[in-house]
């Protein structure tokens, strides 16, 4: 059974950068999709950015394009989040997933079978 633990969460000011990091183990995710949700208070988790098997291909949710990019290691079974001009509206607690979504899935959460514990991204204003 695969483990998704990330990091690089914290306490930024509006319109600064932080760098996510999902690291894998018990088992290769090279031909998995995997991606990033989050969930702020109150609110359903929401899809923020996939990457498919070969890093080739990428989604974004439109709330994030331009400012996020989404890319993987898959010699370290490694995937990652870099987030720039960040907004407080981005304020949220950060998963990362892994699964096999079909094509016309890729944003829905419960397509992803495999889950890290989250970390909390906090951008004050």
């Known amino acids: 059974q695969v483990q998704l633990v990330e990091s690089g969460g914290g306490l930024v000011q509006a319109g600064g950068s932080l760098r996510l990091s999902c690291a894998a183990s018990?088992?290769?995710?090279?031909?998995?999709?995997m991606g990033w949700f989050r969930q702020a208070p109150g609110k359903e988790r929401e899809f923020v950015a996939v990457?498919?098997?070969?890093?080739?291909?990428?989604v974004y949710a439109v709330s994030v394009k331009g400012r996020f990019t989404i890319s993987r290691d898959n010699a370290k079974n490694t995937m990652y989040l870099q987030m720039n001009t960040l907004k407080p509206e981005d304020t949220a607690v950060y998963y990362c997933?892994?699964?096999?979504?079909?094509?016309?899935?890729?944003?829905?959460?419960?397509?992803?079978?495999?889950w890290g514990q989250g970390t909390q991204v906090t951008v004050s204003s």
């Open positions: 997933a892994a699964g096999s979504p079909p094509l016309s899935s890729l944003t829905r959460a419960g397509r992803y079978n495999s």
């Open positions: 018990g088992r290769t995710l090279s031909n998995s999709f």
């Open positions: 990457i498919s098997e070969d890093g080739i291909n990428t």
